[in-house]
C-alpha cells in the first residue's frame, strides 16, 4: 500500500541511455520514464487520446517532448500538455527524485 509522498524506485540513472524512454509500472502508475542528457522526466505513459504507450514513441531531444508511436501525437515532457494533434488532453506529470544513482518516483 503505498500512500501520497512515498517514493518508489523506478530503476538506476544507468539503466536508461540518453534519449530513451522505458515504460515503467509501479504502485499502480503507469510511468513514462524518459532520460534527456543528465536529466529525467516522468509523465502518464498512457496517451490522452487513445491508450497507447507513450514510452514506444520517439524522444525529440531538443524540444523536450515525446511523440506518440500511433497518431504522432507530441507531448511536453515538463508539462504533459499535448503540443499537436489529434490528442488534446494533457497527460500527468510525476515528480522524480534523484539519490545517488538511484531514480524515484514520488507518489501523488
Ligand atoms: S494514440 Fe497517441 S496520438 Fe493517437
Redesign the pocket.
Known amino acids: 500500500m503505498t500512500e501520497s509522498g512515498d517514493r518508489l524506485k523506478l530503476c538506476d540513472r544507468d539503466d536508461l541511455a540518453p534519449g530513451e524512454a522505458r515504460r515503467i509500472d509501479v504502485g499502480g502508475l503507469r510511468i513514462a520514464l524518459v532520460r534527456i542528457g543528465d536529466e529525467f522526466h516522468a509523465i502518464g505513459d498512457r ?1 490522452s ?2 491508450d ?1 504507450s507513450l514510452a514506444d514513441g520517439e524522444v525529440l531531444t531538443a524540444e523536450c517532448e515525446i511523440e ?1 508511436a ?4 507530441t507531448f511536453d515532457l515538463r508539462s504533459g500538455a499535448p503540443c499537436s494533434f ?2 488534446t488532453k494533457p497527460v500527468p506529470v510525476y515528480t522524480l527524485a534523484l539519490e545517488g544513482n538511484a531514480v524515484y518516483v514520488v507518489v501523488p
Open positions: 496517451c487520446h487513445e497507447f506518440c500511433r497518431h504522432g501525437s489529434p490528442a
